[in-house]
């Protein structure tokens, strides 16, 4: 899960190491045990390749349901995962834990590793719950203090978006292990790096920078010599410092990540490099901000994007990265960027209010919710700041419900429901609840889309595969031929809008899915899923440049926003802007970089709301970009109201040094 290269390297060096094998442990003598010892030497070793065609070539010599079979079947997923095939490494690993004997201590080093890796398959999919559970495990299963650390590591990193405080206990049992290990400073660096990124997201700046600064001394200081963990603990610091007003400082200590100021080639926007719309599952707003670590690849695809700071909480960071893990470039556009330059990128991010989405899983809880309260089952409200207690109480409550009206009754599924949009539930766990649900709310009658509800959980619920090109699409469509949904107006119209979410960088592919939804008759006006049909149909007519498709679409929405994006001929920019706009800071530190800004153009020509969605580096530019905005002038437009004249403009300005 890692999102720095360091602490990614750091992990697979543990996980490479082949666990020590005990006599007890040993298939019996003979062919088979020189080929495990041979797989063993292989899982040390680099050839992950070699490494699994061994364990592939030994697992149907061990017994079906055997501790052997367990133990090869884990070390084959261990190279699975090193080799990229995620999906398959989470099925055999998990196949291969199910038959590791729990009570067998000489198997806990396996168990660690094994569910280290299985932490961190679940937050790259997003799934920062499950990871901490199965980096829980592994700390709890762990021999050595290499494991204990890497389990620890990764376990505050998800706690810090999923609990806070939970993370601050994690990164002081780390220090107890710290304090009697032999571990270089570089490793001690990453665990000061969480501090600091811990304090940087619950708003205490001071520590956040006074921990920032302790990890860049551990790893030498403020120097010319940089690797890619400088990088990150340096723009840590200056972060917390730009965060706190340090600005002077925070200056110096992004002068020396080497951010905006390569000289050779030049990181410019990528071709679907576009904010968050605001709304959506997580609720962005438009006060929300965020900084996302990403590195792209030399085929221009984001290969990891990793959540760093943002001000709303762990759920609204989480979002900033899903779409940071969308974007993309022409490999052509980044080919004379040193690749140095292209690892541990970090962007500073708002939403943008242009075409605010629904959210379309919202509408189908608010179903789930309204037809139990219909039947008398009152569902506890999902807190914004979910924390252990509250999942404590909720699981109670589904142990009360159980043991009184039984395991299928509604007041059983009011429990469940509550849980499943719980934040802190991992999706391995909201699988089964899931289907559960389905089958509970299925017995009873329930309405298509409270169906749906549940049925879409058990689908994408601990599917770290589905984020790839297509599989969401493949595994989702057969759904819209079920008579269940398809015959039901809303139902029908959520699928092909998750279908259509899930296909944004093919938007040739989603625009027949959005237009039967915009046009489907049994649906209301304002329905909220046409409604959100719409709007999606206006955004993609903007982005190809038909701004009369654009305005066609939102008009039938029935809202009251007048898009500049749709607007025949925006209104004509009257001022310019030159070098004496270039913030001072930047140019005596050197800084190069771009915004990409927000703005209301109201009917006298004045600017409102300007505000940064995309900025890099992060916070050098914002202010600079704001203020040039906000003072510029356009034509006037007429209004009869005198109300905007064309809002939610949006314009990148990039900052380049002369010469």
Not at 180 to 207: I, K, P, W, Y
Not at 450 to 459: D, F, G, I, Q, S
Request: net charge neutral.
């Amino acid at each position: 899960m890692h999102d720095f290269t360091t602490a990614r390297a750091l992990i697979a060096a543990a996980l490479l190491t082949g666990s020590a094998v005990s006599a007890q442990q040993q298939p019996a003598a003979g062919s088979v045990q020189q080929d495990y010892d041979a797989a063993t030497a292989l899982d040390a070793g680099k050839d992950n390749a070699a490494a699994l065609a061994a364990w592939e070539k030994l697992e149907p010599r061990t017994k079906p349901g055997s501790r052997s079979r367990a133990i090869v079947q884990v070390r084959r997923g261990g190279a699975l995962f090193r080799l990229g095939r995620r999906d398959e490494a989470l099925a055999m690993i998990r196949t291969g834990l199910a038959g590791l004997p729990t009570d067998d201590a000489s198997l806990a080093e396996d168990r660690s590793k094994a569910h280290a890796m299985l932490g961190r398959i679940a937050a790259d999919a997003f799934d920062y719950a499950g990871a901490a559970a199965e980096y829980a495990q592994a700390e709890k299963n762990a021999v050595v203090p290499a494991d204990m650390l890497i389990a620890l590591l990764g376990l505050s990193q998800a706690q810090i978006f999923t609990d806070p405080a939970a993370a601050g206990a994690t990164l002081d049992r780390a220090d107890a292990v710290l304090k009697t290990a032999s571990v270089d400073n570089a490793s001690r660096a990453l665990f000061m790096r969480r501090r600091a990124m811990l304090h940087m997201n619950q708003g205490d700046f001071e520590v956040a920078r006074r921990d920032g600064k302790a990890a860049v001394q551990l790893l030498g200081g403020i120097t010319n010599r940089t690797d890619l963990l400088d990088v990150s603990a340096r723009s840590d610091t200056a972060i917390a410092a730009l965060l706190g007003g340090h600005e002077e400082e925070a200056r110096e200590y992004l002068a020396y990540t080497g951010a905006g100021r390569s000289t050779k080639g030049e990181f410019s926007p990528g071709a679907q490099m576009k904010a968050p719309d605001c709304g959506g599952e997580a609720d962005l707003r438009p006060e929300d901000v965020g900084v996302v670590e990403f590195s792209i690849g030399d085929d221009g695809t984001v290969i990891q994007a990793t959540p760093i700071y943002a001000s709303g909480g762990g759920e609204k960071a989480l979002a900033f990265a899903r779409i940071v893990q969308d974007w993309w470039w022409n490999p052509d556009q980044i080919k004379t960027l040193p690749a140095f330059y292209r690892y541990n990128m970090r962007v500073e991010m708002r939403c943008s209010t242009a075409f605010s989405r629904p959210s379309i899983g919202g509408e189908l809880d608010s179903e789930a919710v309204a037809w139990l309260e219909g039947k008398g089952v009152t569902v506890a409200p999902d807190p914004e700041r979910p924390g252990p207690a509250t999942l404590a109480a909720q699981r109670e409550a589904l142990r009360q419900a159980d043991a009184g009206k039984g395991a299928e009754s509604l007041a059983a599924l009011g429990a469940i429901q509550a849980l499943l949009t719980n934040a802190m539930v991992p999706d391995a766990e909201k699988k089964p609840l899931a289907t559960r649900a389905l089958a509970i709310a299925t017995a009873a009658g329930a309405p298509a889309p409270v169906r749906l509800n549940y049925a879409m959980t058990m689908l994408t619920a601990d599917a770290p595969d589905l984020w790839k090109p297509g599989r969401f699409r493949r595994a989702v469509e057969p759904m819209l031929t079920d008579p269940v949904y398809a015959g039901d107006p809303q139902a029908r119209a959520a699928l092909r809008l998750m279908i259509a979410d899930r296909d944004r960088k093919r938007g040739a592919e989603s625009e027949p899915l959005l237009r039967q939804v915009a046009d489907d008759g049994a649906l209301a006006a304002n329905d909220p899923l046409k409604v959100g049909a719409l709007v999606r149909l206006a955004s993609l007519a903007q982005a190809r440049g038909d701004g009369t498709a654009a305005r066609a679409a939102f008009d039938r929405t029935g809202l009251s926003a007048n898009q500049c994006s749709i607007m025949d001929a925006p209104p004509k920019q009257l001022s310019s802007f030159g070098a004496n706009d270039f913030p001072t800071d930047a140019l005596r530190w050197g800084f190069e970089g771009w915004t990409q800004l927000q703005y209301d153009v109201k009917a006298d020509g004045s600017v409102a709301n300007a505000r940064t969605l995309l900025s890099y580096p992060p916070f050098v530019f914002s202010k600079a970009g704001t203020k040039m905005f906000s003072a510029a002038r356009y034509a006037k437009t007429y209004r009869p109201d005198g109300s905007l004249g064309c809002g939610a403009t949006t314009q990148r300005v990039n900052f380049r040094l002369p010469g």
